[in-house]
């Protein structure tokens, strides 16, 4: 059977060099582990989703989860900082719905102006926002707020211990002005540290 946990062979590596080089930005040591991604997968509603966007891609095994769950016609927009990661992500995803784009999350209704795309069906995010300064949040969450069409959901993986820090606090008080509408999972215990889920929404439709 094969091992679905966490090592630090093939993606990790890339992910805990840059974990390295850049630790606040990454946030993460490991890659998730494929039976996660695909939990977090199974409950989006984007069975008839025309423009997707992942922010944080990283070494990409979201991506692929994404890429296999998608309408053929819809677009995968993967954002990625990391020059490094994007070019690997580029190279394993060469599909036409899939677009890895290397920029900033804060950047994403740029990202969507330059590509003629007014609003978009889902945001996914695996960014680690509880290391970042609250201006930053504040300023992607209102970008993907505004980035969202008004049925559209933002769903986001957050390690569940960060959820009971000072910071994690902060960052729930900040996302439920961004959302009235949040619906939080069961942590995820097949990753390390254990992920939980939110899947936020502008309205209750």
Known sequence: MANRWPTFEGRNSAILLECVRHPRRTGAVASTPLCCAE???????????????????????????????????????????SPALATQLRA?????????????????????????IPAVDCVISSLPWTLMPIEDQHRILHSISAALADTGCFSLLLAASHTWTTAG????TLLREHFPHIRKERPHWANLPPLRAYHCRLSDR
């Open 92 to 116: 394993k995803h060469t599909a036409d719905n899939v677009e890895v784009v290397c920029g900033s999350a804060a950047e994403l209704i740029t990202i969507l102006n330059d590509r003629r």
């Open 169 to 172: 606090r902060r960052f729930d």
């Open 39 to 81: 939990a977090f997968i199974d409950r989006l509603a984007i069975e008839e989703a025309r423009h997707v966007v992942e922010l944080g891609a990283g070494t990409g095994v979201i991506t692929s989860a994404l890429r296999h769950r998608l309408p053929s016609t819809a677009l995968l927009l993967s954002v990625e900082i």
